[in-house]
């Protein structure tokens, strides 16, 4: 049994947690790839192939943040109420390339499939800070070099970022919530499966079950920002 203080949690997030502020899911009936093949815009091929086309299917999710009122949502806020106040260490690891655990508060944040408002440079692979439009035109403002520019997102077929991170704090942790996702992309699909194995409880929050429910101890259906809150509250009420 381990102390209280090393009662350490991670969270796991999809693209569901941010729906509520008005981003668009991936697989749902409405969601972007029932309007846009994966390989036309999300693999390192279709930038390869053309990469205007690309650099356009990020430029209007990137504006999207940047220009309208997309807000971090009640399950965000609770995510870093939990962060600020659990005595252990809070991890969120999120598939999302949205900015809305960091305005939601939360700090001991990986994003292991890249972000939206940063661009990484294929010449001097320095990644920038990026709210403006990328095109085949831009320069790297440290090598000034042009047209090499991509979105600092991870493709499929691409390694997500920070894996080994990730599996020591999901092997240390005693609880596992999984929030928004369908589970259906790896490695992140099988972070259950490690955190169970390695002993921890493993709780599901999502619109409806997903690929992996089975696998979870604890299962809760709802909308995120009804579900999430509510269990943050009891946890930080009654413990793990
Ligand atoms: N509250 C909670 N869950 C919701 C809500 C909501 N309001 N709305 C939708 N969901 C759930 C859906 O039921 C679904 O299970 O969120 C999940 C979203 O699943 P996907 O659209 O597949 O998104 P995600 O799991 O994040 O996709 C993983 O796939 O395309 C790649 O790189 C992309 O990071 C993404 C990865």
Known sequence: M?????????????????????????RDADGIWSK??????ATPEAFQRNPQRVQEFYNSRRMQLVNS?????????????LEREWHGIVTIVTQNIDNLHELGGSENLIHM?????KARCATCQITHSWQKNLSIKTTCPSCSERNTLRPHVVWFGEMPLEMDKIHRRVDECSLFISIGTSGNVYPAAGFVQQAISAGARAVELNLEPS?????FSETRYGAATDIVPAFIDEVLENGL
């Open 2 to 26: 381990t102390g209280q203080s090393e009662q350490s949690i991670v969270v796991l997030t999809g693209a569901g947690i941010s729906k509520e502020s008005g981003l668009d899911t991936f």
């Open 36 to 41: 846009v093949n994966i390989e036309d815009v």
């Open 69 to 81: 009122n997309v807000t971090p949502n009640a399950a965000h806020i609770a995510l870093a109420k």
């Open 113 to 117: 499939h890249g972000e939206l408002l």
């Open 211 to 215: 690929e992996g429910a089975t696998f």
